[in-house]
């Protein structure tokens, strides 16, 4: 498929109302569709907030979305969509709830922007060491200066990070649960959700092969 896709009666609810894209509708111009990665916060943690990949990808198909795909039991979906972001994050955190009856944040990026957040990552190039890792945190926008000071004040020891932009990037020379830098993650508010290195380039490449 490319960029450039008709969309053609699907079915879409939006705070309650049906609304439809039909071929008829739009007099057979083509509508630009962007390729998403919704990251989903604190599902399938220790036993809270269940969700099942399967039907979680049912429950986004029943919103409208395209080509839906998901990723690993933390909550990764792929999914192609003419809607702007705003729109969709509030349409899938309000769909969720419905569906599962809990509230949840949702990070968007498109495919575009994953791709520069690998790109930027400053600790790309490092070799890692046996229980060395990176970890990206993705917020709904750039973090405050709370959440800046946090970081700031924590004890890294050995540990990395730096902010880029609605990105902070971490790197750690010890296992994650052994860091005090990474238990400073937890204060960063509910509207982040964090991800591995390995995760976030197959979600990359996920999304360019749904582009193809």
């Given at each position: ?111 575009e922007e ?31 200066q709370k ?5 700031a004040n ?59």
């Open positions: 498929m490319t960029e450039w896709d008709i969309v053609a009666f699907l079915p879409y609810k939006a705070q309650g109302n049906p609304v439809c894209y039909q071929y008829g509708c739009i007099e057979g111009r083509g509508i630009k569709m962007t390729t998403y990665i919704a990251l989903l916060r604190g599902i399938n943690v220790s036993g809270h907030n269940k969700i099942k990949m399967a039907e979680l990808k049912r429950t986004m198909e029943g919103l409208g979305l395209l080509q839906v795909q998901t990723y690993i039991q933390s909550g990764n979906v792929l999914f192609r969509s003419p809607e702007n972001p705003q729109f969709l994050r509030e349409l899938i955190e309000a769909g969720i709830k419905d569906a599962f009856g809990f509230s949840i944040t949702v990070v968007l990026r498109t495919a994953l791709e520069q957040i690998i790109a930027d990552c400053p600790y790309a190039d490092v070799p890692l060491a046996e229980g060395e890792s990176i970890h990206v945190t993705s917020l709904t926008g750039p973090p405050g959440a800046v000071d946090t970081l924590s004890e890294r020891e050995q540990d990395e990070y730096q902010i880029h932009g609605s990105e902070i990037y971490f790197l750690f020379r010890q296992r994650i649960l052994d860091s005090k830098l990474a238990k400073s993650m937890q204060k960063l508010g509910d509207q982040t959700t964090t991800r591995n290195w390995n995760t976030i380039n197959k979600l990359s490449a996920m999304a360019k092969a749904m582009e193809q």
